[in-house]
T-cell receptor, first 112, second 113 residues
């Protein structure tokens, strides 16, 4: 299920299920998008990226989907594991090498 | 470990004191970024360098904040006359030209009492 916490949206999933984390981005000129994972007390860690000339990209257990029409990005995690529990951020890079702008984040909790 | 080092990892200071954070980026990266992150929020861009040139500093939160990268390698972020509202995690990231991916350090957590 999905619930809205005080600070972050939270997604709770059973271990082994697939997770889908969504993100709405703001700048229609953005041409590069990244998903980062952040564990408590650590810096953001790169998961996967996608450029605006693609609508899907797959990595190991992760897939990113990009819908430019509605400015929506999603991260799919297959067979979610307890180690996937973290806060996930999407980030966009406006056209050109402008600094990454981060979204608010979603907390993923994996129930063993 | 991404290869980006930040020091110190934790800093507790009294209001009004100055603090300085250091970042050592991945050696072959020419771009270096500073972000600030408060609890429950995503990282907020502050400033960045391409080699030793500071290309954007208008997002620094006030004139109490300054950053340097004198030789195009390590960088420092200084906060003068700290206030309680400066309490946050200060993140450094580095990257290459023509790629968007940023590699983040573990951050320097500042607590202002």
């Amino acid at each position: 299920g999905e619930s809205v916490g005080l600070h972050l949206p939270t997604l709770s999933v059973q271990e082994g299920d697939n997770s889908i984390i969504n993100c709405a981005y703001s700048n229609s000129a953005s041409d590069y998008f990244i998903w980062y994972k952040q564990e408590s007390g650590k810096g953001p860690q790169f998961i996967i990226d996608i450029r605006s000339n693609m609508d899907k990209r797959q990595g190991q257990r992760v897939t990113v989907l990009l819908n430019k029409t509605v400015k929506h990005l999603s991260l799919q995690i297959a067979a979610t594991q307890p180690g996937d529990s973290a806060v996930y951020f999407c980030a966009e890079n406006g056209a050109g090498n402008t600094p990454l702008v981060f979204g608010k984040g979603t907390r993923l909790s994996v129930i063993a | 470990d991404t290869g980006v080092s930040q020091d110190p990892r934790h800093k507790i200071t009294k209001r009004g004191q100055n603090v300085t954070f250091r970042c050592d980026p991945i050696s072959e990266h020419n771009r270096l970024y500073w972000y600030r992150q408060t609890l429950g929020q995503g990282p907020e861009f502050l400033t960045y360098f391409q080699n030793e040139a500071q290309l954007e500093k208008s997002r620094l939160l006030s004139d109490r904040f300054s950053a340097e990268r004198p030789k195009g390698s390590f960088s420092t972020l200084e906060i003068q006359r700290t206030e309680q509202g400066d309490s946050a995690m200060y993140l450094c990231a580095s990257g290459r030209d023509n790629t968007g991916e940023l590699f983040f350090g573990e951050g320097s957590r500042l607590t202002v009492l």
